[in-house]
């Protein structure tokens, strides 16, 4: 069965705290995985694609980073500002996109 | 990145009404476009898939004559929650699937529109 699971739920950190958030999956036939920041109220906001293990895409501080079973996002001295949910999703066939139930990230100052 | 614009981002109706919420891809053409409903603190429940020129197709437990979708052009889906009652108040988002280049041709990135805010009185 095709699935998304993304940990730990939510997490907390202090401003400047590095950490990673997991997107683990089983799908067959990968064709993308995708990372979206959500804040509340508002649609995802795109933030990267990756296609293949070993991929790795940048954005600030943000890295994010693919395996053959799971994605990680690494975030690099977090400020408030990044404070969201980040949601994960899979591409497994041609409209079949499969998301995780998001990790919220809290970032105290 | 892409641009997908919802529209209202916020509406109030009273029961027994009919409203619909418009999604458009303003940079891209988008044949296939999707329609989430997303309660509080969880995350999205696909309703269906708008495919530009055909009938939409609705995940299971999704009444179609409630949520009729229409995907008219490959820039507009539309959403109508007919006859809405109270229990289909919730925040709405669609998003639409941007088609990847060059080898990446069966692959797409999901965009997605700002929300729409329905409650129901």
């Known amino acids: 069965e095709d699935q998304v699971t993304q940990s730990p739920e939510a997490l907390r950190l202090q401003e400047g705290e590095s950490s990673s958030l997991n997107c683990s999956y089983t799908v067959s036939g990968l064709r993308g995985l995708f990372w979206y920041r959500q804040d509340p109220g508002k649609g995802p906001e795109f933030l990267f694609t990756?296609?293949?293990a070993g991929e790795e895409k940048e954005k600030e501080r943000l890295k994010a980073t693919l395996t053959k079973k799971e994605s990680f996002l690494h975030i690099t001295a977090p400020k408030p500002e990044d404070s969201a949910t980040y949601l994960c999703?899979?591409?497994?066939?041609?409209?079949?996109?499969?998301f995780g139930s998001g990790t919220k990230l809290n970032v105290k100052p | 990145g892409a641009v997908v614009s919802q529209h209202p981002s916020r509406v109030i109706c009273k029961s027994g009404t009919s409203v619909k919420i418009e999604c458009r891809s303003l940079?891209?053409?988008?044949?296939?476009m999707f329609w989430y409903r997303q309660f509080p603190k969880q995350s999205l429940m696909l309703m269906a898939t708008?495919?530009?020129?055909?009938?939409?197709?609705?995940e299971q437990g999704v009444e179609k004559d409630k949520f009729l979708i229409n995907h008219a052009s490959l820039t507009l889906s539309t959403l109508t929650v007919t006859s809405a009652h109270p229990e289909d108040s919730s925040f709405y988002i669609c998003s639409a699937r941007k088609p990847g280049q060059g080898a990446r041709w069966n692959t797409g990135e999901l965009f997605f529109g700002e929300g729409s805010r329905l409650t129901v009185l």
């Open positions: 999703a899979v591409q497994a066939e041609f409209n079949k996109f499969y």
């Open positions: 940079d891209f053409q988008a044949t296939t």
């Open positions: 708008s495919n530009e020129g055909s009938k939409a197709t609705y």
């Open positions: 990756l296609y293949s």
